[in-house]
């Protein structure tokens, strides 16, 4: 287990990082952060002589500090009520690019992955890569039988670096967690566990490649979006091996008018199918931005790099398309009701006062294009709605609300004039009627008796009083247990004494590095 010492020597080291692109600024004047955290922050400004005043660059400061926290600012880009209106939108502009590595290390990775010589599998590699994010790089191939492709190869040494860092941030976000108050509410290590298991995810290029195969069938009825065809003879866990996608990437809207494309009708096919992801099949594409996304010449939109993908129950998929349609038709009362049969905001709470909580963020937004809504005055309803009914953060819905951001922006790029809700709601009303009707309901009941009637009436009984139903969140991962240095009662060396001198220590040690201008 890592010592108490090296979280903090690299959470100090960071921390000057922050400081110095005023990255903290914002946690400082946040009445709800925790009081001790204020204080650190404030020691980290000045040490670095750094002034409140100017601009924060939070997504500079995520980039200088290395791959993993470039992810982990990523993630926090759907998180405002965590970081902050003005943090998360800045994350949003947070480019996963890095400097390549060189193409005989990458040659090298790529060889001691397969069983047998790189010439036996492709006939060409080109060694200037096409993209090169912190995870993995990715270069233009020619396999031994003639296909173009793309290979995606992570960086050497990539695994390694993100388990130490994010032990870091566990083992931070159980602290800040302890403090109790606002920070229990947000759950930071239900955030930091999600993280965690989608960067391990991402981290295996094997389940990247079986995340395309299940998405590309969920998809395949569904005209004008596909996935580029997976080469499993050529894909392990550390190469994954695609179908080279001929296109323009959807942000290149100048290239896409000049090759007539209907830019209205793509806007309007990017938002269904990932409603079709979302709701119909609760298995979405996860990491829409502009980069991951292109369009052939006959409007089809195909998608790109699946390392992030997310999953939504039966049941929550139902609640979230009654949530989308109340607030599309204005039905606050029954969105208020789907909230507490979830469980998302405690019963001590009046279902009215909630509704009207929401009328009040959801009826300035009806009607208009996004061009005419404030997404920032928006959020902040939002978030003041889920403090004053004290909502916890759902951590399964954290991908959804982090791609959904995305759609709108690109569905907005690309034709300003759309409105998400009319755009969404003839399709979430089709869906509702065929899997909430009265033949689907009929048809459900159906199928649950006979299941019931196949159990024994007794171990039934046990089963419900032991695990009664819960809501709409999914049963939490095991999270990992993180000693406190709180928890220790010794006052030797050894105990919160010994860490807390230590810790002085190595902080007095980074401050005088960056005094000397080391740091």
Request: charged share 25%; glycine share 8%.
């Amino acid at each position: 287990m890592t010592a108490p010492i090296v979280h903090l020597t690299r959470l100090a080291r960071w921390g000057v990082t922050l400081a110095r692109r005023r990255a903290l600024v914002g946690i400082e004047n946040d009445p709800n952060a925790p009081t001790p955290v204020k204080r650190l922050v404030k020691l980290a400004r000045w040490a670095t002589f750094t002034s409140k005043r100017g601009k924060p660059d939070y997504a500079g400061a995520f980039r200088a500090i290395g791959p993993a926290a470039i992810k982990l600012g990523q993630s926090l880009a759907t998180r405002p009520d965590l970081v902050g209106e003005e943090a998360a939108n800045n994350l949003l502009s947070l480019q996963d690019s890095l400097p390549p590595v060189p193409f005989r290390e990458i040659e090298a990775s790529m060889a001691s992955s397969f069983a047998q010589p790189l010439d036996a599998l492709f006939s060409e590699i080109d060694p200037e890569p096409v993209g090169a994010a912190s995870i993995a790089q990715v270069h233009k191939a020619v396999t031994s039988d003639g296909r173009n492709v793309a290979i995606k190869v992570l960086r050497p040494g990539i695994r390694e670096k993100f388990a130490r860092d994010i032990q870091t941030y566990e083992w931070a976000a159980a602290h800040v967690e302890a403090m109790g108050g606002e920070a229990t509410r947000l759950r930071p290590r239900a955030t930091i566990a999600n993280f965690k298991r989608w960067t391990n995810s991402e981290l295996d290029l094997r389940r990247e490649a079986a995340s395309a195969s299940e998405l590309a069938e969920e998809m395949s009825g569904v005209g004008g979006y596909r996935i580029p065809a997976i080469d499993w003879d050529r894909t392990n866990g550390r190469v994954m091996t695609v179908e080279w996608v001929d296109g323009i990437k959807i942000s290149k809207r100048d290239e896409l008018v000049a090759k007539g494309h209907d830019l209205k009708a793509i806007a309007d096919k990017l938002v269904i199918s990932f409603l079709t992801q979302a709701i119909s099949a609760g298995f979405f594409h996860a990491d829409m931005h502009q980069g991951n996304l292109f369009i052939e010449d006959d409007g089809t939109i195909v998608a790109i790099d699946f390392g992030i993908m997310g999953r939504i129950d039966r049941r929550a998929r139902q609640w979230l398309a009654e949530i989308l349609y109340g607030l599309t038709t204005g039905n606050y009362q029954r969105v208020a009701e789907i909230h507490f049969e979830a469980q998302y905001v405690p019963s001590y709470h009046s279902v009215g006062e909630f509704a009207t909580a929401l009328r009040a963020v959801g009826e300035p937004m009806r009607g208009k294009p996004v061009s005419e809504l404030s997404v920032g005055q928006m959020l902040d309803g939002l978030f003041a709605i889920t403090r004053d009914f004290d909502m916890q953060t759902q951590p399964h819905l954290l991908l959804l609300q982090k791609t959904m951001v995305m759609v709108e922006g690109i569905a907005t790029q690309l034709n300003p004039e759309i409105n998400m809700w009319d755009t969404a709601a003839p399709y979430v009303r089709s869906w509702i009627r065929d899997e909430l009707g009265p033949e689907a309901a009929v048809a459900e009941r159906i199928k649950e008796d006979a299941d019931t009637l196949l159990r024994l009436p007794g171990l039934i009984r046990r089963i419900e009083e032991k695990f009664p139903p819960k809501g709409g969140a999914p049963e939490q991962q095991p999270l990992p247990d993180i000693p406190l240095i709180t928890d220790r009662k010794e006052t030797s060396g050894g105990g919160l004494l010994g860490y807390l001198v230590a810790g002085l220590a190595g902080a007095g040690t980074i401050l005088a590095l960056v005094a000397a201008g080391l740091l």
